[in-house]
């Protein structure tokens, strides 16, 4: 009963967040999506993942540790959808990526600090970081046919997590009316995130609903054990291990439907797996957490 209670403490102000933004939509009041994406992608976010290193009080070794089981398990996860997406007879083009690479900043950022605390939060944002990377250069080349490094580079968030890192390898600290202002502004990054994950999934329209639950659920079982595996491989200590098994399995991200839409790939395949990837995250995540726990 008490372990059911505190996952359920975990996971409802993620999803009622969610709740807010799809409910927002519905009633017919307007959001822009765009400009919020942008404000939280290029400032909060990036404020939230800068802090939340500096901060961190774990050894620089914990967190490489963590980036190379983070590399694996995403390795293990493309093998492992490749040979689903083939031996189903599906398009890779449409497919493959969104398989791979999950909502890890709506909602595995939050549910890390929720269920971890701050230490969680920095493991969190590591995979995060590595997560954007892959799917910044592996990722759109396997929808649109090349990656972008280039763009890897200019990311804000990809800055902050080096600045980050570089400040907790070295033990600075920026003066505290900076962190605190800093801290402020990536406040805003979690809400704004889960608030717009439920507008997105309202507005999405979807088709062949009966495919994507089961990819869904093939999906979850891929992520889930690569990175159980990945996390035993290299011995994390437990929340960390938790951190990356929640991140590795999160759903369908709403940015791999834009991508579709992007470069010419199929999108409404994708709709459907954003939409029924997350309603399964509902029941799903919470079970992940109680195992992790």
């Known amino acids: 009963m008490n372990l059911a209670l505190t996952v359920l403490n975990i996971t409802?102000?993620?999803?009622?967040?969610?709740?807010v933004g799809f409910v927002w939509v519905k009633l017919g009041f307007e959001y822009r999506v765009q400009f919020v994406t942008r404000m939280a992608m290029t400032l909060a976010v990036p404020c939230l993942i800068f802090v939340a290193l500096m901060n961190i009080e774990v050894e620089p070794q914990a967190l490489a540790a963590l980036?190379?089981?983070s590399f694996v398990a995403y390795g293990l996860v493309m093998v492992g959808c490749f040979i689903v997406v083939k031996l189903a007879r599906l398009d890779v083009q449409t497919y493959l990526a969104p398989l791979i690479f999950g909502n890890t900043g709506n909602l595995g950022l939050p549910l890390a600090l929720f269920a971890f605390g701050e230490i969680g939060l920095g493991y969190?944002?590591?995979?995060?970081?590595?997560?954007?990377?892959l799917s910044f250069t592996i990722g759109i080349w396997m929808v649109a046919g090349a990656g972008s490094l280039k763009r890897v580079i200019q990311e804000p968030l990809v800055g902050a997590t080096l600045l980050g890192a570089l400040f907790?390898?070295?033990?600075?600290?920026t003066p505290e009316f900076l962190t605190n202002a800093i801290e402020l502004i990536g406040q805003m990054a979690i809400p704004m995130m889960l608030i717009t994950l439920g507008v997105a999934v309202a507005r999405l329209e979807t088709k062949a609903m009966?495919?994507?639950?089961?990819?869904?659920?093939?999906?979850?079982?891929?992520c889930g054990g690569a990175g159980w595996l990945a996390a035993t491989w290299f011995g994390l200590d437990p929340v960390a291990a938790g951190v990356l098994i929640v991140q590795v399995?999160?759903?369908?991200?709403?940015?791999s439907y834009l991508?579709?839409?992007?470069y010419g790939a199929d999108a409404q395949p994708v709709a459907g797996l954003v939409v029924a990837s997350t309603l399964l995250s509902v029941l799903v995540l919470p079970l992940i957490l109680a195992f992790v726990i």
Do not use: Y
């Open 124 to 133: 969190a944002v590591v995979v995060f970081a590595i997560m954007a990377i």
């Open 67 to 69: 980036s190379l089981a």
């Open 210 to 222: 009966g495919q994507a639950v089961i990819l869904s659920v093939i999906k979850v079982v891929i």
């Open 12 to 19: 409802a102000p993620v999803f009622l967040l969610a709740a």
């Open 168 to 173: 907790l390898w070295q033990g600075w600290k």
């Open 249 to 255: 399995a999160t759903p369908v991200a709403v940015t």
């Open 259 to 262: 991508l579709a839409e992007k």
